[in-house]
T-cell receptor
Framework: AQSVTQPDIHITVSEGASLELRCNYS??????LFWYVQSPGQGLQLLLK??????LVQGIKGFEAEFKRSQSSFNLRKPSVHWSDAAEYFC????????????FGGGTRLMVKP | DSGVTQTPKHLITATGQRVTLRCSPR?????VYWYQQSLDQGLQFLIQ???????AKGNILERFSAQQFPDLHSELNLSSLELGDSALYFC????????????FGPGTRLTVL
């Protein structure tokens, strides 16, 4: 069965600083990977996704993520964080043989210091 | 705005009661998914429908059931509610099952007192 681990439950960064959120997955075949963001009181918004091809994927709001098969990782990055980026971030994997449902990590809550 | 709508936004009810949550997928999407988000369990897949047929089940309790109607909207029915059912329930939709991106609605927050 697939699983996703987000090792950092909380992260605090200063506004303007760079950001990297970690995601490790466990899946037997080629993974389809996603990052979603959830702002307080809101639903989940897709930031970016990786299916195949270029291992560095660009998303919305200036985010990017890099797929590293050798490390089973799909870390999310942003070069300069804005106060509006404070939210909870979820990494997820789709398992095709498991009904195509998303399996989510536990989430990382990002706080941004002024 | 994802294009997925969910009603109601908030629901407060008592233990033992039954509630129905409603979801309208994005225009053109045939597949609907239900997820539960709680503090102790995180985000968990409940059930998936595709074009009216149940496609996959996750960690859905027997007290819960769902269906997708011919107009593709979906309802999640929760019965014999317990305190532990208090959670945020999300609906998502995609064009087809598989790797198509799932777009999430704003959720229904259920509080069981």
């Amino acid at each position: 069965a697939q699983s996703v681990t987000q090792p950092d439950i909380h992260i605090t960064v200063s506004e303007g600083a760079s950001l990297e959120l970690r995601c490790n997955y466990s899946y037997g075949a080629t993974p389809y990977l996603f990052w979603y963001v959830q702002s307080p009181g809101q639903g989940l918004q897709l930031l970016l996704k990786y299916f195949s091809g270029d291992t560095l994927v660009q998303g919305i709001k200036g985010f990017e993520a890099e797929f590293k098969r050798s490390q089973s990782s799909f870390n999310l990055r942003k070069p300069s964080v804005h106060w509006s980026d404070a939210a909870e971030y979820f990494c997820a994997v789709v398992g095709l043989e498991a009904g195509n449902m998303l399996t989510f990590g536990g989430g990382t809550r990002l706080m941004v210091k002024p | 705005d994802s294009g997925v709508t969910q009603t109601p936004k908030h629901l407060i009810t008592a233990t033992g009661q039954r509630v129905t949550l409603r979801c309208s997928p994005r225009s053109g999407d045939l597949s609907v998914y239900w997820y539960q988000q709680s503090l102790d369990q995180g985000l968990q897949f409940l059930i998936q429908y595709y074009n009216g047929e149940e496609r996959a089940k996750g960690n859905i309790l027997e007290r819960f059931s769902a269906q997708q109607f011919p107009d593709l909207h979906s309802e999640l029915n929760l019965s014999s509610l317990e305190l532990g059912d208090s959670a945020l329930y999300f609906c998502a939709s995609s064009l087809r099952p598989g790797t198509d991106t799932q777009y999430f609605g704003p959720g229904t927050r259920l509080t069981v007192l």
